[in-house]
């Protein structure tokens, strides 16, 4: 506030990961000396843990088989659970290329259809894909895309299980789009279509604190000057940007991560190849302050660091690799196709079927139940519960879960024996922990 009060700026905003969000909004709704501070819920943790949900509602349905075609088979567990952000996102899109691929095969085009889409892909002007709903003849190639969707997912449950993924990696798509343009009617769109998956997924916490986030944010334009709300949503104030170039925003919790984080946890940082005596921490601070020092000499010598007009990933070594890994999906998606008309929902690698109890492909009807009984159940934050069972159950229950009362839990084997070898105080108590069932493995897997 003290910060905000120096530079003239009546709103103050502050970022928080989730568990901080909302202790923040504790604070600031029961003391009346914050009532111009706003706090917002960090966009790129949001994201991770919807990444997250993706992993669980897909757990054995053969995207992990997918993936494992490009990345090593540890780095996929990692990706599915949300964590290896830059390798989950690059293969997600991918895949959601390769299944457009797919879909768009399927369809008949017309030669003014096509004509439309090479002008369109190949104008020099890049601004105009952006635009490219407002050209009528582009309008109708997508509604025969969007029709080909509605029809691949009446093929049965395999089939309406690919086309929710499609439609979430889309989501992740414009979430993305929405901070990177600085669209904010976009971004509130995106968080309120994420919000049946975080319900149906178990991600209940980000569930309930993303609801809250929309209602505080839908009420912006009641607490904020008009002239900074104006900044804040239509000039795109609420994204942070190192450059004025056209996809430059990212989240504030991001830019955290890319920078004091980003020190930390590189080599040499306080995590790898320091401890955090007092000492270490006492050099750290001082090294963090001499930053803006040496920053300030790099303005007064009039020394910049300037970067390339050109994105990493238009290099020509990414597209080449870009392009490969597509082949190898692509390949993949030939032998095991993801919209097979069958009245059962099974695992397009292995073939494993599942019963009457794996409800994944109803993930959004099943979240937005969720959702309405959070809405019509409780009347204040802090009263919100919520039920291991309410969550679908994913194929990955088939042949890795175990039955605790009337609930049906999905089990990580490796996660399992990692949580035991973390809570085992002397050797003899791993041997105690192997003798329970926890598992349907033998314990010869350990």
């Known amino acids: ?52 949900g993706i992993g669980y509602i897909m757990g054995g349905s053969g995207l ?12 996929v ?75 691949l997912e009446n093929n049965g449950p395999t089939a309406k299980l690919w086309i929710q993924y499609f439609q979430m990696v889309t989501l992740v ?50 607490k904020m000057d008009p002239v900074e709300y104006k900044k804040f949503t239509t000039e795109s104030f609420f994204t942070i940007r190192r450059t004025d ?30 401890g955090i005596s007092d000492s270490v921490l006492a050099h750290w601070t001082l090294g963090i302050s001499l930053h803006n020092v040496c920053e300030a000499f790099e303005n007064y010598c009039d020394v910049h660091l300037d970067t390339s007009e050109q994105h990493v990933d238009a290099r020509a ?13 692509l390949h993949w998606f030939s032998q095991h196709p993801p919209f097979p008309e069958i009245n059962s929902l099974f695992c397009i690698s292995t073939g494993l079927v599942g019963d009457s109890t794996i409800n994944c492909h109803l993930s959004r009807k099943m979240g937005l139940k969720g959702l309405n009984q959070m809405v019509t159940t409780y009347e204040n934050f802090e009263a919100i519960k919520f039920k291991r069972k309410d969550k679908v159950i994913p194929l990955l229950a088939v042949n890795s879960s175990i039955k605790v009362g009337e609930e049906t839990i999905c089990l990580n084997p490796l996660m399992l024996f990692q949580r035991m070898c973390i809570a085992k105080k002397s050797e003899d108590e791993i041997k105690d922990y192997l003798k329970y069932e926890l598992a349907p493995f033998p314990l010869s897997f350990f």
């Open 1 to 52: 506030m003290e910060k905000c009060k120096a530079s003239n700026q009546k709103t103050c905003f502050v970022t928080f990961d989730q568990p901080l969000y909302a202790k923040a909004q504790e604070i600031v709704a029961n003391n009346p000396k914050f009532t111009n501070v706003i706090v917002r819920l960090g966009g790129f943790h949001l994201l991770m843990s919807f990444l997250g």
């Open 64 to 75: 992990k088989d997918i993936f494992s075609t490009i990345y090593a088979e540890n780095s």
């Open 77 to 151: 567990e990692k990706m599915l659970a949300g964590h290896a952000y830059a390798r989950a996102i690059r293969a997600h899109i991918l895949c959601h290329l390769a299944l457009a691929h797919v879909i768009l095969e399927s369809l008949e085009f017309t030669d003014e259809d096509r004509d439309v889409m090479k002008q369109l892909l190949g104008n020099l002007d890049r601004s105009t894909i952006l635009r490219a709903d407002e050209n009528e003849a582009f309008r109708d190639v997508t509604t025969k895309f969007k029709e080909a969707l509605a029809k």
């Open 173 to 222: 798509k414009h979430f993305i789009e929405a901070e990177r343009m600085g669209n904010w009617q976009l971004h509130l769109n995106t968080v309120q279509r994420m919000l049946p998956y975080f319900h149906a997924s178990g991600h209940f916490l980000y569930a309930k604190c993303a609801h809250l986030y929309l209602q505080s944010m839908f009420d912006l334009e009641l």
């Open 245 to 274: 170039k056209c996809w430059s925003g990212i989240w504030s919790d991001m830019t955290i991560e890319q920078t004091l984080m980003r020190m930390m946890h590189s080599s040499g940082g306080l995590t790898r190849g320091r």
């Open 317 to 329: 070594s990414r597209i080449s690799r870009d392009d490969q890994d597509l082949n190898k999906l």
